[in-house]
């Protein structure tokens, strides 16, 4: 088989279908999930056909398209939907799927593809495991893997609390994103691969310099686990320092982020797209990462903090355990009044030339969307043999 980024591609089959499932719909969203993310690197391997799943039913087939034409993903999308009699019988307008080159397709077309495979694998995470439990159940892959993130450890109850017990028990590999996920896991009896998330490091590198613009900037989406207090006392603080916000609002957000952005010194900046970050990253002289110190912010692994790195920028960052594995390539406090003073010293140092760029990028510099994917695929692998032949 052909090279995928830093190594081989594991041999898995002549020719397989990987069905991965989405995290957010495509028009809610402009940034890039490790889902989409890892559905790039699949996609350009020359054996594995890449299809994504979209959890989300209610995206309209136009507002699919839009976001999948801004995000310039490789990969065939497809609105996988219904996936029973019953659903289909309350659908007025029936399935609709289309790929990101815009070609329209019937579920006809669909299980063609799929019956047509030597192999069909199932990329399920555990942000939507019922609906990851119903794709499996309906077509018996060949193999699962299951990639679980910080939501299991703060799952009660319920169908989603069963979907996810089954789906440890019968994916062929179990993946964790953290060590607080990866004991979470083992509570349901499984071992998992301790596997964190993976960023694509040379683009970042590669982003033109520039003169700096913003003296604080968060980039993300603007959800409910940020410290939105630490941001605000940030910006009062530092009355003559720009704090730049970009990135996409989620609904739940909107009156505190309108609250903030009205602060003098913040600049919004809600509808960049992603291909515009590492760029707009250079423009900013401390990076920020604000989470609140929730139990699930306790077992991320945040995707920003790796690129804020990659990108050669400072970051200042609330204490969750990803940040304080970096040790001093991170300005750690808790939020509030401490959280203002590591931004502080991280500037002071920045301006001070104190701060040495390539230091952040070394640390980052293995962890790529390539090694993840290739470490999963062989963890399939090693399962399947173990389990022989189909």
């Known amino acids: 088989m052909a090279e995928a980024g830093a190594g081989a591609v594991p041999a898995l089959c002549v020719m397989t279908v990987l069905l991965m499932v989405g995290l957010f719909p495509w028009s809610a969203y402009r940034v890039p999930t490790p889902m989409d993310q890892m559905a790039r690197v699949y996609s350009r391997w020359p054996d594995v056909a890449v299809y994504c799943v979209d959890p989300n039913w209610a995206v309209s087939p136009g507002e699919r398209w839009r976001q999948a034409t801004e995000g310039q993903s490789p990969a065939q999308c497809w609105r996988v939907w219904p996936l029973s009699a019953e659903e289909a019988s309350s659908t007025a307008a029936g399935a609709v799927f289309l790929d990101v080159e815009g070609r329209s397709a019937s579920p006809t077309e669909l299980l063609a593809a799929l019956d047509g495979a030597e192999r069909v694998v199932v990329g399920a995470h555990s942000f939507w495991p019922e609906v990851c439990r119903r794709l499996v159940e309906a077509l018996s892959p060949d193999a699962v893997y299951y990639d679980c993130h910080e939501t299991v450890v703060t799952l009660a109850g319920g169908p989603a609390r069963a979907a996810h017990q089954w789906l440890v028990a019968h994916a062929d590999a179990v993946v964790a994103i953290s060590p607080a996920v990866a004991d979470?896991?083992?509570?349901?009896?499984?071992?998992?691969?301790?596997?964190?998330?993976?960023?694509?490091?040379?683009?970042?590198?590669?982003?033109?310099?520039?003169?700096p613009e913003y003296g604080f900037g968060f980039v993300g989406a603007f959800y409910d686990w940020l410290d939105v207090p630490a941001l605000e006392a940030l910006a009062v603080a530092c009355p003559d320092e720009t704090l730049a916000l970009i990135g996409p609002v989620?609904?739940?957000?909107?009156?505190?982020?309108?609250?903030?952005?009205?602060?003098?010194?913040?600049?919004?900046?809600?509808?960049?797209?992603?291909?515009?970050?590492?760029?707009?990253?250079?423009?900013?002289?401390v990076c920020l990462l604000p989470r609140r110190l929730t139990p699930d912010s306790m077992a991320c692994?945040?995707?920003?903090?790796?690129?804020?790195?990659?990108?050669?920028?400072?970051?200042?960052?609330?204490?969750?355990?990803?940040?304080?594995?970096?040790?001093?390539?991170v300005y750690l406090a808790d939020g509030g009044a401490r959280f203002v003073a590591a931004a502080q010293a991280a500037l002071a140092d920045v301006r001070a030339g104190r701060f040495d760029p390539a230091a952040g990028r070394a640390a980052v510099a293995a962890r790529t969307w390539e090694m993840r994917c290739a470490t999963i695929w062989s963890a399939l692998a090693g399962r399947q043999d173990e389990a022989g032949p189909p």
Do not use: C, W
């Open 184 to 211: 979470a896991v083992r509570g349901f009896g499984r071992e998992p691969l301790l596997l964190g998330n993976g960023i694509d490091g040379e683009r970042f590198a590669a982003a033109r310099p520039a003169e």
């Open 250 to 285: 989620h609904e739940s957000m909107g009156q505190a982020y309108e609250r903030l952005a009205a602060l003098p010194n913040v600049a919004a900046r809600p509808g960049v797209g992603y291909g515009e970050v590492p760029d707009l990253l250079q423009r900013i002289e």
């Open 301 to 329: 692994d945040p995707l920003k903090l790796y690129e804020y790195l990659a990108a050669g920028r400072p970051v200042a960052s609330t204490r969750v355990p990803a940040a304080e594995a970096l040790g001093a390539l």
